[in-house]
């Protein structure tokens, strides 16, 4: 069976305060559901000054759904390292590992927008380096111990609940990435289907003398919507799809490889391409056998600004008409 995956970032491009927190208040109700149903992750992720209120905070949603859940995890994949304070985020991490008796998963990325890092007075040209900085610290302040930092010496404490530390990995298409994550030590999660680029890291890992292990994404990882009647929700529904498709497309140049990664300029050529699919739930259920246990079962229910009641009814269907059959 597949991992199952509630996928979330909040976007809505007519978002008011008020539409903007009734759909955060429904997205943790969706999560409590998908624990309760036996859900295998919620993924949700960060981007900063978009013009559709994108998720900037995934730290802080995080905590939220382990507030409103027992078990299921949280995949935050990823953040832009380089954006943060390595103390800070090695303290938030190790209290949201604590709270979560370890169902944190964090994917750290260096990004690939450079208003970004304009937005936080953070030198584009840096990011490697203050990449390379993030990870170290992160490793050294989880041990508890005191250890050097910018000319000072200091300690993070609590220390986490996870030993030796969060599950940790290095995301990116580069192998510059790939190299990253060897030296370190730690799993490498490429941003595609890339066997050329595993394979540079398991020589990196050779190289260095160190363990780790790839956790590459399927060949084909699309994002799904669950309906009884496809034609509808494509013809009702499928702008919210083509939104969020043209927003993240408008990001990407030709050396930033994604596994989803749309060329469509319209509602009809996005269902074609079949990177956002709505499948009924029997389509569901055999794409998920054909999956099989080395694939991901995506959900993205409120999909670029999806209305919250339609969300629902996908995340139901996946949950009563395809989860139990693939049990079964």
């Known amino acids: 069976m597949p991992i199952t995956v509630a996928r979330f970032n909040l976007v809505d491009p007519n978002g008011t305060p008020e539409s903007l927190s009734a759909r955060y208040k429904a997205a943790l109700e969706m999560a409590r559901y998908a624990d309760d149903r036996g859900i295998d992750t919620v993924q949700t992720e960060e981007h900063h000054g978009t013009a559709n209120n994108w998720l900037p905070s995934p730290f802080a949603f995080a905590g939220a759904v382990f507030g409103a859940t027992r078990r299921i995890a949280v995949t935050v994949s ?19 590992d604590l709270l979560s008796g370890g169902r944190l998963v964090t994917v750290a990325g260096i ?27 992160l490793l050294k302040a989880w041990t508890g111990e005191p250890f050097e930092f910018r000319g000072r010496t200091v300690r993070v404490t609590p220390r ?16 510059a990435a790939a190299r990253r994550a060897a030296r370190l030590g730690l799993p490498f999660f490429p941003s595609a289907h890339l066997p050329e680029l595993e394979a540079y890291y398991q020589a990196k890992l050779a190289e260095y003398g160190t363990e780790g292990f790839c956790m590459m994404p399927a060949a084909e990882t699309p994002l799904l919507h669950i309906a009884q009647d496809p034609d509808q929700v494509w013809a009702q529904y499928g702008e919210h799809f083509l939104h969020e498709a043209g927003m993240y497309a408008s990001w990407q140049s030709k050396d930033i490889r994604s596994a989803v990664r ?12 079949g990177v956002y699919r709505v499948l009924t739930p029997d389509e569901a259920v055999a794409y998920a056998r054909g999956a099989g246990e080395a694939g991901n079962l995506v959900l993205h229910p409120l999909c670029g600004g999806m209305p919250v009641d339609e969300g629902w009814r996908s995340l139901h269907l996946l949950c009563e008409q395809v989860l139990p059959r693939l049990k079964d």
């Open 78 to 96: 990823a953040i832009i390292g380089p954006l943060y304070d390595p103390l800070k985020v090695a303290e938030d991490i190790a209290v949201l």
């Open 262 to 273: 749309s060329a469509a300029r319209s509602v009809a050529e996005l269902r074609e391409e």
């Open 160 to 175: 986490p609940f996870t030993q030796p530390h969060p599950l940790l990995l290095v995301g990116g298409s580069s192998e």
């Open 111 to 137: 990004g690939y927008r450079p208003e970004e890092y304009e937005q936080h007075g953070v030198e584009w040209g840096r990011r490697g380096r203050l990449q390379d900085e993030l990870l170290e610290t």
